[in-house]
């Protein structure tokens, strides 16, 4: 994040004593001022060259008048005299880069120590003394969770797993949009088209998927009933009679469902904020009065804005070419646009409105933690003591990239209505949606006889997805079938949790690994893919690493069984004194394992779950190139301490970094 450290463990520390030493002498010996941040050492190209290099004197010769190689020669020999610790070798090479190769054995001295030290919270930053709200979920409360809606919730809270360790407060709302046109679609099947109640045995949220659809379609051939779902829409944003009932009935129904699939993944909220509470609330009526008062809004009196009131957008990059930049908040018929309850809904969260919602206790959640609701007033209960919902310093906004321009205005527009610290601090984290394969389009019912695409769209409005929950279930079916083969011993019990864990590691980490401008196209057998870079082979290696352990504690004397105590009992030995030598697979291990804090601070500064994803996949293999390329229990008695100490140390930082993906951690695999 802006502002903030990304600092935090060894390879950074040590990265930030390069930057300053360097720093210090380009100061002493020519001069030249330069802020240590912006001196990057960073792994070359070639790792025979060292393990973190710098091309400054690259940029340096050139002012210097001198060789890139000459000035690379000189900050070589001050660097080698500056007494930097955990540097093994320092060299300079052509065109004119300074390596760095560092001392293994201290730093897997240092890092394991840590590591042994800290357990759990190894990858963990200090309390930044920031909150962040973070919203993201957000379906409409009409139809089962899609697939699509499972990459939102998976970016979004892997983003928030990732801030928690950064050092932030994190608030996790999801928006409940009860009063718009899909809920109100569904009503509509319900009270004016006479659909029944789910059949027993039927989820509510899978039976309003298809009634969506079926809805949608007499629409096609009954245009006539758009006028009586505008008037069920009025009759919902107004709260009043049998179809706002209803209305909420459905969507707390629906919620429900969404609720059970979203929790099944592992992801949990500490707040739901309801459409309906922040229109009878009247968010943007108090917002309206206080900005008008003050002057931010403009009242048009020609033009084709002309009795509207709007924000001035026309001056600002990316409007400018606009046919009508300037956004209207308020209709000339005294209607709020969407817009305009977006910014009062975003003031909220940064505790600058000047209006609270009411709130109620929702319902307990399965990690323990209690879920609160807004809520009307007359629902309002006590909440405990210190509690308090958004007064944020900072706000993502987890949704897809088609929403970029209302984005964009609403942040603009906070600018420009005299909020430009909310502005600054209003983060849009975009992703690309989901789309189907032709093969996974073709298996839902999808016409793929056309003009041949690489990607087909779903339609909600024509039934065409996947059900979050059918994924889930053909995951954990599969996953099941694997586990019962490997392991006869286990019961029906066993197998099916085993196999949860599994179904979940292999979507979870399907709906992050990817770039967040990557569209992907969904396809059934990439997503339950069980080897490859694939979560199940993230959670195998770790499995792997306990099983190591397990037959390390039956063969080797003292050895404890718990991988914390056997690292422990190994770091104790001292397995890296002075004069050993790691093997390169020993090494890469220990400096792969020792990047984590400084992988999960770049996520966080770029809002980019795939950046610890890509690690997991890396520090995974490095572990598989150990275990193949260094023999743990048929290792010699100096070496069987050091490579315990490693795979205990592994088991560690890779269940850290499978709680930070959200991917549970089973011991067997």
């Known amino acids: ?62 002012q210097l008048r001198r060789p890139p ?10 660097l080698a005299r500056s007494g930097l610790t955990m540097i093994g070798e320092i060299t300079s090479t052509p065109p004119g880069f300074v390596n760095v190769r560092v001392d293994p054995a201290a730093v897997a001295t240092a890092l394991l120590s840590e590591i042994a030290l800290r357990r759990q919270d190894y990858g963990i930053h200090a309390p930044s003394g920031q909150k962040v709200v973070v919203e993201h979920t957000n379906m409409n409360p009409n139809k089962a969770a899609h697939i699509g809606h499972v990459r939102n919730a998976c970016l979004g809270d892997c983003l928030v797993r990732i801030l928690r360790r950064s050092g932030y407060e994190v608030e996790v709302q999801n928006y409940i949009d009860d009063t718009g046109a899909q809920v109100a679609d569904v009503v509509l099947g319900f009270h004016h088209l006479g659909a029944a109640a789910p059949p027993a045995g039927v989820r509510f949220d899978h039976y309003c998927w298809d009634l969506y659809a079926d809805v949608h379609r007499r629409f096609e051939r009954e245009p006539e009933l758009k006028a009586t779902q505008q008037e069920y829409l009025h009759l919902i944003e107004q709260g009043c009679g049998e179809v706002a009932r209803l209305a909420k009935e459905v969507a707390q129904k629906v919620l429900a469902g969404h609720l059970r699939t979203m929790w099944g993944l592992g992801i949990h909220y500490d707040l739901l904020t309801w459409e309906s509470d922040i229109v009878r609330k009247g968010f943007w009526r108090y917002a309206f009065e206080h900005l ?39 209709r000339s018929n005294g209607t709020a646009t969407y817009v305009a309850k977006d910014i009062a809904y975003q003031l909220w969260k940064f505790g600058v ?31 405990p003591v210190g509690a308090r919902f958004g007064r944020a ?14 984005q964009d205005v609403l942040r603009h527009s906070l600018r420009q209505l005299g909020y430009a610290r909310q502005a600054d601090n209003s983060v849009h984290f975009s992703y690309e949606v989901v789309a189907l394969s032709p093969k996974t389009a073709q298996e839902l019912g999808g016409d793929v006889s056309g003009e041949a695409k690489t990607v087909y769209a779903m339609s909600g409005r024509k039934g065409i997805g996947v059900k979050a929950d059918d994924l889930l279930a053909a995951a954990e079916a599969k996953a099941a079938s694997e586990v019962a083969q490997r392991h006869p011993e286990m019961g029906p019990a066993e197998v099916a949790g085993l ?29 339950l893919a069980m080897q490859g870079n694939t979560g199940p082979y993230l959670q195998y290696a770790c499995a792997r690493a306990r099983s190591i352990l397990r037959r390390a504690a039956d063969s080797v004397n003292g050895c404890p069984r718990d991988p914390g105590q056997a690292l422990a009992w190994s770091v104790a030995k001292e397995p890296f004194g002075e004069g050993v030598e790691l093997a390169p697979v020993e090494k890469a291990l220990v400096m792969t394992m020792a990047d984590f804090p400084s992988k999960i601070a770049s996520a966080a500064v770029e809002y980019l779950p795939s950046i610890l994803a890509e690690y997991a996949f890396t520090l995974a293999s490095s572990f598989t190139d150990f275990y193949e390329g260094a023999p743990v229990l048929s290792a010699p008695p100096s070496e069987q301490a050091r490579r315990i100490a490693l795979v205990a140390a592994f088991v560690q930082v890779m269940s850290n970094v499978l709680d930070t993906l959200g991917l549970p951690s089973p011991s067997v695999l």
Request: charged residues 25%; aromatic residues 10%.
């Open 499 to 527: 196999a949860h864990d599994i179904a979940v590691g292999a979507v979870r980490y399907y709906m992050v690994r990817f770039h967040t401008n990557t569209l992907i196209a969904f396809d059934f057998d990439d997503a």
């Open 353 to 383: 409105l000047g209006l609270d919602f009411d709130y109620r206790f929702y319902t307990d959640q399965p990690n323990g933690h209690g879920l609160y609701s807004s809520c009307p007033p007359e629902e309002a209960e006590q909440m």
């Open 1 to 62: 994040m802006e502002g903030q450290s990304t600092g935090g463990g060894l390879l950074n520390d040590l990265r930030h004593r390069l930057r300053t030493a360097t720093a210090g002498f380009l100061s002493a010996e020519w001069g030249v001022e330069l802020d240590p941040a912006l001196i990057t050492w960073e792994p070359p190209p070639d790792i025979r060259f060292g393990d973190l290099s710098t091309p400054i004197s690259l940029r340096l010769a050139k």
């Open 393 to 406: 310093d900072r706000v993502v906004n987890v949704i897809d990239i088609r929403q970029k321009y209302l």
């Open 69 to 78: 190689l000459e000035v690379a020669g000189a900050l070589r020999d001050g």
């Open 292 to 330: 008008r008062e003050q002057g931010s809004l403009v009242h048009e009196t020609e033009g084709p804005n002309a009795g509207c009131w709007v924000v001035r957008l026309r001056d600002l990059p990316g409007f400018e070419s606009l046919e009508n930049p300037d956004k209207v908040l308020v």
